[in-house]
C-alpha cells in the first residue's frame, strides 16, 4: 500500500520532510513531536509524559501501517504497546528499511515502558529520577523523528540533513533545577519574569522568598521582596504573605509566565 500523499498546503519544514508520509499519520507525528518538545521546554515532566505516550502510540500506529497495511485504529486503546512493538520487529516486511522495522519498535518499547513503568512525572520512589527519565525519552523522540526524515525526506540531501541536525539539538529547559536550588536558563530576563517562571513550575506549592531571591542571585534578599515581589504582588500575579514569607503564583501570573514561553515555544512549532 502506498504512503505517498501531496504535500500539505501548510507546511513546515518538517511537514515537507516528511511528505512522503500518509495523512493522518503525517500532521499527527509532526503535532505530538511539537508538544514533546514544548513540554520538555517548560520543564513539566508529568506532561512530558503523556506527550511522549501520545508520540509512541501515533508512531505505532503508521509502522503497524506500513508493515501490515492496517493499523489500530485512532481513538482505539491497544491493549499491550510492548507486544506490538514485537510484531513489528517479527513482521515479514523485509522490504522497509531495519531502522524501522527492528530498531524504531525497540525505541518505542523502551520510551513507552520508561514513561509508564519508571514513571516520568509521577510521585514515588527513593531517588527522583524523573528528570534524566524525560530527557532520555525526549532523546528517543529525536531520534525516531530523525530516522523518519532519513528514509522519507522529500527534499534534497543537503536540506534534509540541515533539518536533520536541528532536530536532534539538544532543546533546553526554561528552569533547571540542580543541587536543590532551582535556576533559569534563559538568558536576559528580568527578576520578576525569572520569578514567574519559577513559581510557574510548581503552581501548586508555595515558595520561600529567601529561596526565590537566592535562585535568581538578587543582590538583597531584602530588596528583592521590596522591588520585585510587592510589584507582582500589587499586579495580582503573585500572592505574597509577609507573615510567613511564602510566595504563590496567581492565575493571572500563571497567563503571564505562558505568554513568556510561548516566543521560545514558536521557534519550536517552526520546524
Known sequence: MSTQTPAPNKTSP???????????????LVDTYVEVKNAFLRGDSEKIGLKVGKFCETLL????HITTGTHTAFGTPIKNFIDECLKIEKSSA??????????????????????????????????????IDAATCVRVVDWCVCELIRVYHKMPLEE????????????????????????????GLDAATQTLLLLYQSPEFAVAAEDLSEWIDYSSAKDFRRFVLLKLHSARLIEYDAET?????????????????LKLENQIGEI
Do not use: C
Not at 15 to 22: D, E, F, K, S, V
Not at 61 to 64: E, G, I, T, V
Not at 97 to 125: C, D, I, N, Q, T
Open 245 to 261: 514569607d511564602m510566595v504563590l503564583i496567581s492565575p493571572t501570573g500563571t497567563k503571564e509566565a505562558e505568554r513568556k514561553l
Open 61 to 64: 500506529r503508521f509502522l503497524q
Open 14 to 28: 518538517l511537514q515537507a520532510a516528511l511528505a512522503n508520509i500518509a495523512e493522518p499519520f503525517r500532521s499527527r
Open 160 to 187: 534534509a540533513q540541515a533539518l536533520l541536525d536541528v532536530a536532534v539539538q539538544r532543546q533546553i529547559p526554561a528552569v533547571w533545577n540542580v543541587m536543590g536550588k532551582k535556576r533559569v536558563l534563559i538568558p
Open 94 to 131: 523485509a522490504n522497509h528499511p531495519e531502522g524501522l522495522r527492528v530498531l524504531m519498535p525497540r525505541a518505542l518499547a523502551f520510551a513507552y515502558s520508561v514513561r509508564s513503568k519508571r514513571g516520568v512525572g509521577h510521585v514515588g520512589g527513593d531517588i527522583d529520577a524523573n528528570a
